[in-house]
């Protein structure tokens, strides 16, 4: 019973200074913010925070690995399934996620989050793979791949940023289809 209490109580502190990060990165970047801020506005003291953290960096990392970590696991169960409407079902996933987590994603993705952050999610999704599994390699010749795969994934990332930053004005539906349109 006391376990359960204490996992509970460290996940709400954990979730606390998350969401006290996010917000914080919506006024200011990521690199002018103290853990004394961050302390102040999830209101818990500077030894909880290390209780988890070993720093701001270590706590924005965490945000940041979970997001990746949910985006491969939905990528990999989708792995299997390559026609045109498995892959708008997999992006309509992807996007509904996006938007369920609209207020952390929309400040990872935007000027004040880590500059590293887009790379990370580029070089995740090239290096394992992910993208190459639904798109047909038929009409592009393979020494342009690389390329293909690079404009997919960046040019996805910049259209998700637009619809966040317009306050996902479109459905999630049609955002599905303008980014699996941009496949071959």
């Not at 961050?38 to 960096?57: G, M, P, S």
């Not at 270590?58 to 939905?74: N, P, R, S």
Request: glycine residues 2%; proline residues 2%.
């Amino acid at each position: 019973m006391k376990e359960m209490k204490l996992d509970r109580k460290t996940r709400y502190t954990r979730k606390v200074l998350a969401d006290s990060l996010i917000e914080l990165m919506k006024d200011r970047p990521f690199t002018k913010i103290t853990t004394k801020d961050l302390c102040e506005k999830a209101d818990v003291n500077r030894t909880t925070f290390y209780a988890h953290y070993r720093d701001n960096y270590d706590l924005l990392l965490q945000i940041e690995e979970e997001t990746l970590a949910y985006f491969e696991d939905m990528l990999n169960k989708y792995d299997s399934k390559r026609s045109r409407r498995e892959i708008q079902e997999m992006v309509e996933e992807m996007l509904n996620f996006i938007a369920n987590n609209s207020n952390s994603l929309h400040i990872l993705l935007s000027e004040n989050g880590d500059i590293d952050f887009q790379k990370k999610v580029f070089r995740r999704f090239m290096q394992k793979g992910l993208v190459t599994k639904y798109f047909s390699k038929k009409t592009i010749p393979e020494e342009m791949h690389e390329y293909w795969y690079a404009f997919i994934v960046n040019g996805a990332i910049g259209l998700i940023q637009h619809w966040l930053k317009n306050n996902m004005s479109i459905p999630i539906s049609e955002l599905a289809k303008i980014l699996t349109g941009l496949s071959p």
